[in-house]
């Protein structure tokens, strides 16, 4: 957070998992982003996985390679991005940015 100071920060809302122990190692790891954004007084926007699916691909539902090919094809990268968590943080922050384009275009507007 110190080296890149980021303006915000993007993060996947919680979702239920059917797997216990991935459930609670995604939770420890939330809290952490979220405590080190809250201790560089850092604003978090939260997305829910069908929002960050919809805004990527256009569908909420879709699957890790979906993701996966359109994050690849959104930033013009020559290969998908591996492993698909990478390609996942990368959708956040695209989601991100969509979202906060269409809000500021909705504030001009006004």
């Not at 809250?38 to 996985?49: F, G, I, S, T, W």
């Not at 090919?69 to 290969?79: I, P, S």
Request: proline share 5%.
């Amino acid at each position: 957070m110190a080296e890149w100071q980021p303006e915000v920060v993007a993060i996947e809302e919680v979702f239920y998992s059917v797997n216990a122990k991935s459930a609670l190692k995604l939770g420890q790891v939330r809290g952490v982003a979220l405590l080190a954004a809250a201790r560089q007084k850092v604003p978090v926007a939260e997305y829910a996985p069908l929002k960050i699916k919809s805004s990527v691909v256009g569908y909420g539902l879709a699957d890790k390679q979906q993701v996966q090919y359109m994050v690849a094809r959104l930033l013009g990268l020559e290969e998908v991005p591996e492993p698909a968590d990478a390609a996942d943080a990368l959708a956040v922050a695209i989601c991100h940015i969509h979202t906060a384009q269409t809000l500021l275009r909705q504030e001009v507007g006004r």
